[in-house]
């Protein structure tokens, strides 16, 4: 592999400084340069440290020796360099802001050699070959994922260049200019092909993972800067054939007042119904989709996402049903409330229409006062005193409304009692009371889809402080994050359901940067858990090979010692180092077979000296010093009974007692079963070694019954242990897995199912189940904790 070299007579690059421009197009492609470059070069860092991270790996999981001093090399050569990447990809992009208009389509096919009209040909360079169709297929596939936001800046750009819309190749800030900076500005890094092929795989992920978000950012900042404000794109819609328009109608009347859910349930056919293939190809490919689906939305799966963030197997199939059940429960709850009312006849009273409710309606609490603590309830007794004192005693709110106010106010007490009370989050979740009364009261499905915006929003917000966290779980950028979207849905929220879609989406966003940042944290640990594993398996095989070859032999009793620890080091060792296939570890066992031969020979004989050195320089690869690796090699060389010496050998046993041995840490922590599992702990045991990595499992942390969530991010079947980290991604515990089983079979653990991981789900199941206790009806299980 030949590192990658700086192409000869590139043209100095021009600086925006130096463009002849008119002075407004400038300072416009200034402000430009300012939004691309501050979100190109945070992902620009966080590609470079997924890249080191890859690199790590696959030289941990090389196969021999060479493939993995060439990945740490590659490593090293990328930690040298990877300041000078962000700096001249700047450059770069600055450049084509400069040259606006000047530059050709940034990704081309290598040029073969022409000269002499044809008769001298050679060779394309493969290297360049695959670098430029993996550019390629990474830029095509970006625009047209972004394809209108891309027209849009296209047009723009090219009224600042005083020509027609740009197309998307010649696009500044565009995949196809990003990829051709890219792939000049790798050249400072030095790195051979196959590192630059998978550095490009990784700034698909972390950089043009976002680019659509950029060029709406860019977009949105030149109509700030008064560049085309009221630029928009209104597709021209083909007007259908009469006789599929009218069917077309027909079909959807009767489905205008359904819920939504239920009405995009009711032809699941024509949305999974493929594209293209004949009827038995689709009919073959539905019961494996089916399948897929219902494993998606099980509600028993372990659940495995990160703090706030959406689990698309969302329960939407349930939504009618669920629907359905809550009107039944409620009308059951207003007939008995009316059973009890007084027999005395009243005046029949004065029902409030929806319109004059929210009218009457705040449109926020206020910030500080007795008021910014209100409940729903207060909420709802302020509104009807201030109404009953226009319309008169006898205005009162429609049945469904009410029934509106004592749902969100039952919900919003369950919600208190899984959350601390001191939580930073609570303040919000006051907040948030006014705008989610006026939502319920205009859409229903708040209750009944899982899936709503203003739902995942409070489940976010009241998730951060949930009872289950510790108060160092929480990352600290994530209260501000909750401080913008809460702020931002009390400021602009007027009965417009996509105000909490956008702040929903906004928050989304920034807590997929802090769960990022966690699996970063997380993968460290899990590949020094692994390290510990690959020790513990070279230690265990040492072992075993040295007992092996032992047999029934009976060597000396300080001789076996020595056996089981040093030279176990040197097996394990060597062992990390080459492997099990490798030729050194072939002389190592023929080594082994001649010290136990040596060892186990009756009468006197010479030391073998050659063997003897062998061993120290073995030993002294392991650390041990010069003295003790050669007393070592004199007792594994020679039949020296262990009486013969008894001083020295007292001496080497309290040397070699004090001395860390390799591995000893692991030893140390690791626990023996204690007594054997019982049937229950034995199929709790075999649960566990098949539960997905990063389950989370809930922990009994005291007799009150508080509990703690630890993410189970790594387990090994081969040694028993298993690795806890927290929100964070923050090691917090390790632990064996049959440990773990019996925490299970007591009740003292128990793993985080997909219908119990929310909070707001909790919450909602325990205000249905008190609804039917209130009605007469037994408690549902899906309440229960599981």
């Given at each position: 592999m030949t590192p990658a070299t700086p192409s000869p007579g590139a043209q100095a690059p021009q600086?925006?400084?130096?463009a002849a421009v008119p002075r407004r197009v400038r300072v416009i492609l200034d402000h430009v340069m300012d939004v691309a470059s501050d979100e190109l070069e945070r992902q620009l860092q966080a590609m470079l440290s997924e890249l080191e991270q890859q690199l790590f790996r696959l030289a941990d999981h090389a196969r021999n020796p060479g493939i993995e001093s060439e990945y740490l090399h590659t490593l090293r050569t990328l930690r040298l360099n990877r300041s000078d990447l962000v700096p001249r990809f700047m450059i770069g992009l600055e450049s084509s802001l400069a040259t606006l208009g000047q530059s050709v389509s940034p990704i081309q096919h290598p040029p073969t050699a022409w000269s002499g009209g044809g008769h001298n040909l050679t060779l394309i360079d493969e290297a360049e070959m695959d670098e430029a169709t993996v550019l390629r297929d990474i830029a095509s596939r970006h625009s047209s994922r972004a394809s209108l936001a891309l027209h849009l800046l296209g047009q723009r750009f090219g009224v600042l260049a005083a020509s027609p819309a740009l197309d998307v190749e010649r696009l500044p800030c565009g995949p196809h200019s990003l990829c051709s900076i890219l792939r000049d500005a790798i050249e400072t890094l030095q790195l051979p092909l196959d590192a630059r092929l998978l550095l490009y795989r990784t700034f698909d992920r972390q950089v043009m993972a976002d680019h659509g978000r950029l060029v709406e950012m860019i977009n949105a900042t030149m109509a700030?800067?008064?560049?085309?404000?009221?630029?928009?794109?209104?597709?021209?819609?083909?007007?259908?054939?009469?006789?599929?328009?009218?069917?077309?109608r027909d079909k959807r009347e009767p489905q205008q007042h359904e819920p939504q859910s239920l009405r995009a349930s009711s032809q699941p056919q024509q949305q999974q119904q493929p594209e293209t293939g004949t009827a038995k190809d689709g009919e073959a490919k539905a019961p494996q989709q089916r399948r897929k689906v219902n494993a998606a939305r099980d509600p028993q799966r372990p659940h495995t996402g990160w703090l706030g963030i959406v689990d698309p197997g969302g329960m939407q199939a349930g939504d009618a049903a669920a629907f359905e059940l809550l009107?039944?429960?409620?009308?059951?709850?207003?007939?008995l409330l009316g059973k009890f009312r007084s027999g005395t006849p009243q005046a029949p009273p004065q029902t409030l229409e929806r319109n004059e409710v929210l009218a009457a309606l705040p449109q926020r609490l206020p910030a500080a006062g007795p008021a910014a603590q209100s409940s729903v309830a207060d909420i709802k007794q302020d509104l009807l005193a201030r109404l009953r004192q226009q319309r008169g005693k006898g205005a009162a709110l429609s049945g469904e409304d009410n029934d509106t106010f004592e749902l969100l106010g039952m919900l919003y007490g369950q919600i208190e009692r899984e959350i601390h009370a001191d939580a930073p989050s609570a303040p919000l979740l006051k907040q948030l009371q006014v705008p989610l009364v006026r939502l319920a009261l205009q859409d229903r499905g708040f209750f009944v889809r899982e899936e709503h915006p203003a739902r995942l929003l409070l489940n976010t917000v009241a998730e951060s402080g949930a009872r289950w966290l510790d108060r160092d779980d929480v990352d600290p950028q994530m209260l501000p994050a909750m401080h913008d979207a809460v702020d931002y849905v009390v400021k602009n929220y007027r009965d417009d359901a996509e105000v909490f879609a956008r702040a929903n989406d906004d928050l989304q966003g920034r807590l997929r940067t802090i769960a990022h940042k966690a699996e970063l944290a997380e993968r460290r640990h899990i590949e020094a858990a692994r390290g510990k594993e690959k020790l513990e398996v070279a230690k265990r095989r040492a072992i075993d090979t040295i007992t092996e070859l032992?047999?029934?032999?009976?060597p000396p009793h300080f001789v076996r010692a020595l056996l089981n620890q040093a030279w176990a080091d040197v097996l394990t060792l060597t062992l990390l180092r080459h492997g099990a296939e490798s030729d050194e570890w072939k002389r190592k066992l023929e080594t082994t077979r001649q010290i136990v031969e040596n060892c186990c020979r009756s009468g006197q004989h010479a030391p073998d000296h050659a063997l003897a050195e062998s061993i120290e320089a073995a030993l002294s690869q392991v650390g041990y010093h010069s003295e003790e690796a050669a007393a070592i090699a004199r007792r594994l060389a020679s039949a020296t009974d262990d009486e013969n010496d008894p001083a020295s050998r007292t001496e080497l046993a309290m040397k070699l007692k004090a001395r860390a041995r390799l591995g000893e840490e692991i030893a140390s922590t690791?626990?023996?079963?204690?007594?054997?599992?019982?049937?229950?702990?034995?199929?709790?045991?075999e649960y566990l070694r098949q539960l997905?990595?990063?389950t989370w499992i809930e922990f009994t942390t005291n007799q009150q019954g508080d509990t703690v969530r630890r993410r189970l991010s790594w387990y090994s079947t081969v040694t028993d242990n298993a690795l806890f980290v927290n929100q964070r991604g923050q090691r917090v515990a390790e632990q064996t897995l049959d440990s773990l089983a019996r925490l299970l079979a007591s009740g003292q653990a128990r793993v985080v199912t997909a219908e119990r991981a929310r909070l707001i789900d909790r919450a909602w199941h325990a205000t249905l189940n008190a609804l039917r206790s209130f009605a007469g009806r037994s408690p549902s299980p899906a309440g229960e904790p599981a």
């Open positions: 600086r925006l400084a130096a700030t800067d008064g560049l085309l404000p009221a630029l928009r794109y209104v597709p021209t819609r083909m007007r259908a054939p009469i006789s599929v328009a009218a069917s077309t009107q039944q429960l409620l009308a059951g709850r207003r007939e032992v047999g029934d032999q009976r690791r626990k023996r079963q204690a007594t054997p599992r019982s049937q229950d702990e034995q199929a709790r045991y997905p990595y990063g």
